[in-house]
């Protein structure tokens, strides 16, 4: 079992959620339940799992229930069927206490709009969740001033949120879910108010943490770049419904629809794609299949690294996994294709 597991979850908004359910399970989509009952459907028997420590994106377009989603995660809404569970845990058994508590130890939450206490300063705001947890002050501020650092803001302590930049109070954001030491960090849409380069330096900034935190992370975003930088895995979600759910590499390869795929277009695909994914196995019989004189690429290399070794050299190239065997054969031409898409 996962870490997190939402299993055949629906919700749906309205009056009577429960007899526009039947009309769901019935077959009905979300545009004929809205227009027949007036109900949205938020999710539509939705189901994923969730591994301990990977960086789990949620993507699709505005409406697609990416925010109901991560909202089953934090109980800030109850789904109309289906279960959500914590390492093994029922959070819909839960009870208010219960829950209050599991929200403030084990979840640290980062919001698109920031979210920071306007009255409390830089280093208020991050020790605020261990405050409610009754964390003395010398020990809180310790705590803190840790995080503050982390991230970068060492000197900040006194600002107030809006003395700070929009990139700053994010930062702020971000050590103020990190201070509890959560387990799971939940962050809707974190960073789609920043401007590119400071939303670019904010994803480089959580993927070094996170190498070395590794938390349970569940990002959301709208944005397929940045979903295949920063995501471990995946989901995405149409109309309330799961349509694909996969590594950054086979949501580009291998799209399950037209939408995943329209998604995709944009992409910068050799940022994407690695030499093992396009490569071409050596099978074991086939000692002859790499050249001597072949340059050697790393199996996990991105094909940007490998784009300017190709040109270079013009010959096929040799992909080595992590022990120095050669596992595969890469052409100039191959590479051109996976590009092209
Ligand atoms: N409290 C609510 N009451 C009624 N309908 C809701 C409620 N919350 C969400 N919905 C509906 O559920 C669907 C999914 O909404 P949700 O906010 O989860 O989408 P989203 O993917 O987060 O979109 P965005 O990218 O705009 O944030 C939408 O059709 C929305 O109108
Ligand atoms: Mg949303």
């Known amino acids: 079992m996962s870490y997190i597991e939402i299993r055949n979850i629906f919700k749906i908004f309205g009056p009577d959620p429960q007899s526009a359910l039947e009309l769901v399970k019935g077959g009905a989509d979300k545009d004929e339940i809205l227009a027949k009952t007036g109900h949205t459907v938020g999710l539509h028997y939705v189901s994923l799992s969730i591994e301990q420590g990977e960086t789990f994106v949620v993507m699709g377009l505005s409406g697609s229930g990416k925010s109901t ?63 409610i947890q009754g964390t003395a002050r010398k020990e809180r501020e310790a705590a803190a001033s840790k995080w503050i650092e982390r991230v970068g803001l060492e000197g900040y302590e006194a600002k107030y949120p809006d003395q700070l930049s929009g990139g700053m109070q994010q930062r702020v954001g971000l050590a103020r879910a990190l201070a509890t030491d959560p387990e799971v960090l939940l962050m809707d849409e974190a960073f789609s108010a920043l401007d590119p380069l400071i939303r670019s330096d904010m994803q480089d900034e959580l993927m070094k943490l996170q190498a070395e935190l590794h938390k349970t992370i569940v990002f959301i975003t709208h944005d397929l770049d940045e979903a295949l930088k920063i995501g471990d895995r995946i989901a995405i979600l149409k109309d309330g419904k799961l349509v694909q759910v996969g590594r950054p590499e ?3 390869l291998r799209p399950a ?55 270079a050299n013009g010959t ?26």
């Open 69 to 131: 989603l991560i909202r089953h995660l934090n109980r800030l809404i109850d789904p109309t069927a289906g279960e959500v569970s914590f390492g093994g845990e029922d959070i819909l058994a839960m009870d208010i206490p219960t829950l209050n508590a599991f929200r403030r130890k084990r979840l640290g939450m980062v919001f698109q709009r920031f979210g920071l206490l306007p009255h409390r300063n830089v280093m208020d705001n991050v020790a605020y969740g261990l405050e």
């Open 250 to 252: 086979e949501i580009v």
């Open 257 to 311: 629809d037209d939408y995943v795929q329209a998604f995709t277009r944009g992409v910068n695909r050799s940022r994407v794609l690695r030499a093992k994914s396009i490569m071409e196995p050596i099978t074991s019989g086939e000692h002859q299949a790499a050249r001597e004189d072949w340059p050697s690429i790393q199996a996990h290399a991105r094909l940007a690294d490998i784009l300017p070794v190709a040109l």
């Open 316 to 341: 096929s190239m040799t992909v080595r996994d992590a022990k120095d065997t050669a596992i595969g054969t890469l052409s100039p031409q191959q590479i051109v294709e996976a590009l092209e898409g």
